[in-house]
């Protein structure tokens, strides 16, 4: 029975989305000068497959602070031994049909100068989002601005860690057994669910992450892959700190975190 309950929650994956649209930006606007954080990217990681992430507590330092003719990008990052590097490059810029074309600057305390790099970006109300390459990935990096309130945001834009699922009457706790775990990491035009699922009582299967289209229309959600378009049932309570995800009989809890 457990196994049958277990493949529920692989299919409930199936609605999860990678690439959205909101019916409503809200929050009203800012300028590009400021310090910009990533908020959350969606890439290739590790040759992984494309999936939305999370800053670690070390990259999450990372910021680019944008003034009328520089960009001054501090980067944090964790080595191969797990330590945190920081390094500054700083660019001077131009910007053009929605590029930001820019060269390394002189006085750059890091990398070499007159080396180039260009990166598409658009404001959707106070975010900053870059589309780029690296590494040969596409890379899309939501930029959230020191000093701005973000509260405007969909209730579904962060992190949600999955408490447990309910099926045929039976209520299955996340970590019984331990590897049962999942969560999802939602920025406003996208979001992905990661899951580890047990192979038996002792032993887990690989994790996966499920990514999908979706948009969002008159406060619903619609999975909108292959050309289709199915509702997501998502419901929130408890002022928007608790979701739940209910298919095929399988509800799923999160609590954002």
Same mark, same amino acid.
């Given at each position: 029975m457990k196994?049958?309950?277990?493949?529920?929650?692989? /299919?409930? /994956?199936?609605?999860?989305?990678?690439?959205?649209?909101?019916?409503? *930006?809200?929050?009203?606007?800012?300028?590009? *000068?400021?310090? +910009?954080?990533?908020? &959350?990217? @969606? &890439? *290739?990681? %590790?040759?992984?497959?494309?999936? +939305? /992430? @999370? &800053? %670690? /507590?070390?990259?999450?330092? &990372? @910021?680019?602070?944008?003034?009328?003719?520089?960009?001054? @990008?501090? +980067?944090?990052?964790l080595d191969n031994n797990n330590n945190c590097k920081h390094t500054s490059t700083y660019y001077d810029y131009t910007i053009s049909n929605g590029t930001l074309n820019m060269t390394v600057a002189k006085d750059s305390p890091d990398s070499k100068p007159g080396a180039t790099f260009s990166v598409k970006y658009e404001m959707k109300g106070k975010e900053l989002i870059f589309y780029y390459k690296s590494g040969g990935y596409d890379i899309i990096n939501v930029h959230h601005k020191k000093g701005e309130d973000y509260s405007y945001l969909d209730p579904l834009v962060g992190y949600w860690e999955l408490t447990k699922i309910e099926a045929e009457g039976t209520t299955y706790p996340a970590g019984t057994p331990a590897c049962f775990t999942g969560y999802i990491i939602a920025s406003s035009i996208g979001f992905s669910l990661y899951y580890t699922l047990p192979a038996n009582s002792t032993q887990c299967q690989t994790g996966k992450v499920e990514s999908y289209d979706y948009v969002k229309e008159g406060g619903k959600y619609y999975n909108v892959s292959n050309g289709q378009k199915v509702p997501i049932p998502f419901s929130f309570s408890n002022n928007n700190r608790a979701l739940t995800l209910s298919l095929g009989g399988t509800t799923m809890f999160f609590q954002k975190q």
């Open positions: 196994k049958l309950i277990f493949s529920a929650l692989v /299919a409930t /994956a199936l609605f999860v989305s990678s690439c959205g649209k909101d019916d409503d *930006n809200g929050g009203g606007s800012t300028s590009l *000068n400021g310090d +910009w954080y990533t908020h &959350t990217m @969606y &890439t *290739n990681f %590790n040759g992984q497959g494309f999936r +939305w /992430a @999370y &800053t %670690n /507590a070390c990259s999450e330092q &990372t @910021y680019r602070s944008i003034s009328d003719k520089k960009i001054k @990008y501090e +980067w944090y990052g």
